[in-house]
């Protein structure tokens, strides 16, 4: 590929920060990295439109379908829906991506390598687009397991050990600005993110690391087994 900067809108920090990858990208990940670099340098070089309809974009959206479904709506539990997310929280994680301020393994096998090649306006307009996506609805598998979620979801647990869920992320879990949506998410994703909060790996996350820090794991799966079925 010939060297342009007009071609492959990498800046010299996203390409720094590719470089000091610590971990090789699984082979999946690095096709999906190396599909994203040809169709940004391609598209970057047609011209702008609003930032989500800009055609690096839209064909970076082909790219991560691979993953979290066809307009974020995936059916994985590995991978978290983006469809409905909101806009400031997808921002400030594919820039915590990007700057590796998120190293959970997953994250350091997959998003650390193809979150490098965005630009900010690139990350923006991701967000815009997967903001405006209608979520799929939530699935209920657990009744039991759900009430008791939605217990802690509305209440809290003891006396204000673990805060009432929804006075960040709201009455149905919908998020508000940098609080994400958690409606419909998976349980298993969800579960594993309450589990990151416990450790280092999520670097962001001090408003909910002494929420987890006071969860136990049965706590925790009913939280998620309720989310989900929002």
Request: a positive charge; charged letters at 20%.
């Amino acid at each position: 590929m010939m060297r342009s900067e007009t071609a492959l809108p990498l800046s010299a920090t996203a390409r720094d920060q590719a470089r000091r990858t610590r971990r090789p990208l699984r082979p999946a990940a690095l096709a999906a990295a190396l599909s994203l670099v040809c169709t940004l340098g391609a598209a970057w070089a047609q011209g702008p439109a609003s930032k989500a309809e800009l055609p690096a974009v839209q064909r970076a959206v082909h790219v991560c379908a691979s993953c979290h479904g066809d307009f974020g709506r995936s059916t994985h539990k590995a991978y978290p829906a983006l469809a409905g997310q909101t806009r400031d929280y997808m921002i400030r994680q594919m820039k915590d991506f990007r700057d590796q301020a998120r190293a959970e393994t997953d994250i350091q096998a997959y998003m650390w390598g193809i979150s490098a090649l965005l630009t900010d306006e690139q990350i923006e307009g991701l967000a815009d687009y997967y903001a405006a996506q209608t979520p799929l609805p939530g699935k209920s598998r657990n009744a039991r397991l759900e009430a008791e979620g939605k217990l802690i979801f509305e209440q809290g647990v003891g006396d204000h050990t673990v805060r009432a869920c929804t006075s960040c992320h709201g009455t149905n879990a919908q998020g508000d600005g940098a609080a994400p949506r958690l409606a419909g998410l998976h349980a298993d994703y969800v579960f594993r993110q309450l589990q990151a909060f416990k450790t280092p790996l999520r670097r962001h996350g001090n408003v909910m690391k002494s929420e987890a820090m006071a969860l136990n794991d049965v706590q925790m799966k009913a939280l998620a087994a309720y989310v989900m079925s929002k």
